[in-house]
C-alpha cells in the first residue's frame, strides 16, 4: 500500500523556519522523482521544488529561491524542505509529489497535504 505522508507544517512568524518532511512507503523511493507543490486559499496548485533521483538536480520557484532547500534521504524514503525567512504569501497547504520510477514516470502519488500558515 502506497503512502505519501507531509508533516512539520504550523503557524509561524514571518522571518521565521519550518522544516516539512514528506515520508513514503509502498514504493522504491530512490527511484523517484520527489516535489514539493503548495496550494493557496483560491489559488491554483503550485510547484515550489523539486529533486531528481540520486538528488542529482534541484529546481525552485523564483519566488522560493534562495529561502528553501529541497533534499532527500533515500535511506529513510523521506524527503524535506527547508524554509527558511518565511513571508506570508508562503502561507499555502503543502503537498508531496511523487513521480517515477525513473525514467518512465508513469506513477505519481500525492500526500494529503501540510498547512504552513506565516503570520504575526
Known amino acids: 500500500q502506497v503512502q505519501v505522508v507531509e508533516s512539520g507544517g504550523g503557524l509561524v512568524q514571518p522571518g521565521g523556519s519550518l522544516r516539512l518532511s514528506c515520508e513514503a512507503s509502498?514504493?522504491?523511493?530512490?527511484?523517484?522523482?520527489m516535489s514539493w507543490y503548495r496550494q493557496a486559499y483560491g489559488k491554483e496548485r503550485e510547484l515550489v521544488a523539486r529533486?531528481?533521483?540520486?538528488?542529482?538536480?534541484?529546481n525552485y520557484a523564483d519566488s522560493v529561491k534562495g529561502r528553501f532547500t529541497i533534499s532527500r534521504d533515500d535511506a529513510k524514503n523521506t524527503m524535506y524542505l527547508q524554509m527558511n525567512n518565511l513571508k506570508p504569501e508562503d502561507t499555502a497547504v503543502y503537498f508531496c509529489?511523487?513521480?517515477?520510477?525513473?525514467?518512465?514516470?508513469?506513477?505519481?502519488?500525492w500526500g494529503q497535504g501540510t498547512r504552513v500558515t506565516v503570520s504575526s
Open positions: 509529489y511523487a513521480a517515477g520510477p525513473s525514467p518512465w514516470a508513469t506513477l505519481t502519488y
Open positions: 509502498g514504493f522504491t523511493f530512490s527511484r523517484y522523482t
Open positions: 529533486i531528481l533521483i540520486n538528488g542529482d538536480s534541484t
